[in-house]
């Protein structure tokens, strides 16, 4: 979790910074942090249009210029090659209902959060994939990883 924390640092968002660390066979994955498209301008100089519009937290993903962390590490083992199937996800927050489909269908089998997030069909539809959601505990960090 602490590399998922580090992770975080690097995002550019303006409401939240968000990180995301795939492992499996104690063996680092892909990581990702939540921020916009590589060449696109950060919300950091454009700004938040979630904010503009005060859309409130886990709600129309869509009208955001950025990436979830959860939708880099996905993409980032995609474009090297690095099968996620079995893997555990570390991440900052449980993730979205996007983020959760996503996670569903690239095999990952457990999800250990730090903080939670407002989404409660992304709970149900985790729970019905048999995926186990555990928040973080330091006292079992890397057990199971």
């Not at 993903?61 to 690095?82: D, K, P, S, T, Y």
């Not at 489909?101 to 539809?125: C, F, H, T």
């Amino acid at each position: 979790m602490d590399i998922a924390t580090l992770v975080a640092s690097r995002s550019t968002c303006l409401r939240r910074q968000v990180g995301a660390v795939v492992v499996k066979a104690k063996n680092i994955l892909a990581t990702g942090y939540n921020g916009t498209p590589s060449g696109i301008t950060h919300c950091e100089v454009a700004g938040c249009l979630r904010e503009q519009l005060k859309v409130p937290s886990g709600q129309r993903h869509e009208l955001c210029r950025g990436l979830h962390a959860e939708q880099n590490a996905i993409i980032q083992a995609a474009r090297h090659g690095v099968n996620l199937d079995g893997g555990v996800l570390y991440c900052t927050h449980s993730p979205c209902i996007i983020c959760s489909k996503m996670l569903i269908n690239a095999g990952i089998r457990k999800v250990v959060y730090l903080e939670g997030y407002p989404d409660e069909l992304s709970l149900q539809m985790l729970q019905e994939a048999g995926i186990e959601l555990v928040p973080f505990s330091a006292d079992e960090e890397g057990d199971e990883a």
